[in-house]
C-alpha cells in the first residue's frame, strides 16, 4: 500500500494519461511533419497543448499517490481532485480530438 490507502494499481490511471499525451505528441510531430510540406496552418500546437494537459493530470495523479494529499475514500468529494483526475484528461482528449479533425479532415473527403 502507497500513502493515504493506494495501491500500486492506483497508479496505471497515471500511466494511461501520460500514455495518451505521449500518442498526442506523436501525433502533433507527425502533423508538423505533413504541415511543412504542404504549407498547412499550425494545428499541430494544439496536440501539445492537449498533450499537456494530460501530463499535468498524470502528475497530479502521481503527486496525490505517492503523497498521499487527498484519502483515496474522499477523492469523490474533493471538486479539485475530481477536476485534476478526470476534467483535465476530458479536455485533453476532447482538444485532441478537435485538432485531429481539423488537421486530417482532408482524408476522409478524398474520393478515388
Do not use: K
Amino acid at each position: 500500500m502507497t500513502a493515504a490507502g493506494y495501491t500500486p494499481l492506483d497508479l496505471l490511471s497515471a500511466v494511461g494519461a501520460a500514455g495518451i499525451g505521449i500518442a498526442l505528441i506523436f501525433l502533433g510531430q507527425l502533423s508538423r511533419r505533413l504541415g511543412e510540406t504542404t504549407g498547412a496552418r499550425r494545428y499541430y500546437l494544439g496536440f501539445f497543448a492537449a498533450a499537456g494537459l494530460l501530463f499535468a493530470s498524470a502528475g497530479a495523479q502521481l503527486t496525490n499517490v505517492t503523497l498521499g494529499l487527498v484519502e483515496a475514500e474522499r477523492l469523490v468529494h474533493a471538486p479539485l481532485w475530481i477536476a485534476l483526475y478526470n476534467g483535465l484528461p476530458a479536455a485533453g482528449v476532447s482538444l485532441g480530438l478537435y485538432f485531429a479533425w481539423r488537421y486530417w479532415s482532408w482524408l476522409l473527403a478524398e474520393t478515388d
